[in-house]
C-alpha cells in the first residue's frame, strides 16, 4: 500500500489508536482523529475525505469500499513501525502537525510567542510553532529531545541500522497556559 507520489496519504485513526495519531501527526502525516466516531461514521468519512482507516478492529478492516489498514502492533513503537513500513516514510521537508488537532503549525518570531509562552522558554528557544486551530505554541525543548529519540529508534529498528535524522528545531512542548494537553 506504499504511496508512489509525492503527496502523502492522509489517515484516519479510529478510537483504539490515538496515541498512534499523534506520532504520526509529529512526523507530518495528516492523522484525523475522532474518538467517538462509529465504525459507520469512521468509513463514510474515510471515502468522503480519501482517507485510509487505521485500526485494531477487524470487523472494520474488512468493510468494502474503504482504504484499510489493520495495526497488528501492540506497542506504540511496533504501530508506527508498521503504519512507516505500509505507507512509507514522510517526505523531508513536510510541515509538522498540531499533536492535538492535527492543523499544520505555521513557524512565528519569538516576539510574536512571547505573550503565550514562559520567559524562560523564551529565553532558551529561537523558534516556535503556533497551531492556528488551537492556538497552542510549541518549542524543540525536552519533550522535543523524547520524541525525536523515540522517532530515530522507530526508524533504526525499522530500517535495520539505518538511523532517519529528526530536526532538532521541531516543535515540542504545548502552551502551558491551561489549554495545552500533555504530549505522550
Not at 492523522?31 to 485500526?55: C, N
Not at 532558551?124 to 492556528?132: E, I, K, L, V
Request: charge should be positive; aromatic fraction near 6%.
Amino acid at each position: 500500500m506504499t504511496e508512489t507520489s509525492q503527496e502523502m496519504p492522509r489517515l484516519l485513526a479510529d478510537s483504539m489508536l490515538g496515541r498512534l495519531a499523534r506520532w504520526l501527526r509529529f512526523l507530518g502525516y495528516d492523522t484525523l482523529y475522532i474518538s467517538m466516531l462509529s465504525d459507520h461514521q469512521i468509513a463514510a468519512r474515510a471515502r468522503a475525505e480519501g482517507r485510509i482507516v487505521l485500526t485494531r478492529d477487524q470487523e472494520l478492516s474488512r468493510r468494502r469500499g474503504i482504504r484499510c489498514l489493520y495495526v497488528h502492533a501492540d506497542t506504540l513503537e511496533e504501530q508506527v513501525r508498521e503504519v512507516l513500513a505500509a505507507i512509507g516514510d514522510p517526505p523531508p521537508g513536510v510541515e509538522s502537525r498540531c499533536s492535538e488537532c492535527n492543523s499544520v503549525l505555521t513557524s512565528v518570531a519569538p516576539e510574536q510567542a512571547r505573550p503565550h509562552v514562559p520567559a524562560y522558554v523564551l529565553a532558551a528557544h529561537r523558534q516556535f510553532h503556533h497551531c492556528p486551530e488551537c492556538d497552542k505554541y510549541f518549542w524543540a525543548g525536552s519533550h522535543w529531545t523524547r520524541i525525536r529519540s523515540t522517532v530515530e529508534r522507530v526508524m533504526e529498528h525499522r530500517d535495520g541500522g539505518a538511523a532517519r535524522t529528526v530536526p532538532m528545531d521541531g516543535p515540542s512542548g504545548p502552551k502551558p497556559s491551561g489549554k495545552g494537553g500533555s504530549l505522550p
